[in-house]
């Protein structure tokens, strides 16, 4: 099951920061935050993924609180194409297969 | 675009029969993990193949079978269609068994009427 709560629908104004939420109180020391997205008749996506600390890559920047029971996604200038399901995955480094919660369905705004 | 190719792109199929699903993986990749996604949800996982050989499966029923070919393509097979198995199949393909990134593709549309 998803260890995972997000939001189930966010909107944001193109060309803004879309900063989305995502709350993960079981997580454990082992255990990564993924985030995916899926934007609509594709499949999922990879966007970025982090332990402990901060990360950023082209696509957005990740980041995890100290005690590491909750992160945000952060899509710095958001166009119309990031509008998309986007979903918060805990899983620990080793695990084969991806758990999907509902996610968070992201609509930017023109 | 990732370089995972699945094919059909949409099918319908009526209550009873069989279907078989197939997906290209990534140049390089030797994994493929199969997942279900029904309408609103999010995808479930179905198994995995690594090397020709199934790594995992998810809670499905054994009529969910399925093969990797030397050249990690793979296939879905689906035993006994039921109305439930209307959905979204999409394959993703990683390297090696660690779960990092992986690469989906479009997925199949599959309608049992």
């Known amino acids: 099951d998803a260890k995972t709560t997000q939001p189930p629908s966010m909107d944001c104004a193109e060309g803004r920061a879309a900063n989305l939420p995502c709350n993960h109180s079981?997580?454990?020391?082992?255990?990564?935050v993924y985030w995916y997205r899926q934007i609509h008749s594709q499949g999922p996506q990879y966007i970025i993924h982090?332990?402990?600390n901060n990360e950023t890559n082209e696509m957005a920047s990740l980041i995890i609180t100290e005690d590491r029971k909750s992160s945000t996604l952060i899509l710095p200038h958001a166009t119309l194409r990031d509008t998309a399901v986007y979903y918060c995955i805990v899983l620990i480094q080793g695990a084969q297969k991806l758990v999907f919660g509902q996610g968070t369905r992201l609509t930017i705004n023109p | 675009e990732t370089g995972v190719t699945q094919s059909p792109t949409h099918l319908i199929k009526t209550r009873g029969q069989q279907v078989t699903l197939r997906c290209s993986s990534q140049?390089?990749?030797?994994?493929v993990s199969w997942y279900q996604q029904a309408l609103g949800q999010g995808p479930q996982f179905i198994f995995q193949?690594?090397?020709?050989?199934?790594?995992g499966r998810g809670n499905f029923p054994p009529r969910f079978s399925g093969l990797q070919f030397p050249n990690y393509s793979s296939e879905l097979n689906v035993n006994a269609l039921e109305l439930d198995d209307s959905a979204l199949y999409l394959c993703a393909s990683s390297e090696g068994l660690v779960v990092r990134e992986q690469y989906f593709g479009p997925g199949t549309r599959l309608t049992v009427t």
């Open positions: 140049s390089g990749h030797n994994t």
């Open positions: 982090g332990l402990k």
């Open positions: 193949y690594y090397r020709e050989e199934e790594n």
């Open positions: 079981t997580i454990s020391g082992n255990e990564y």
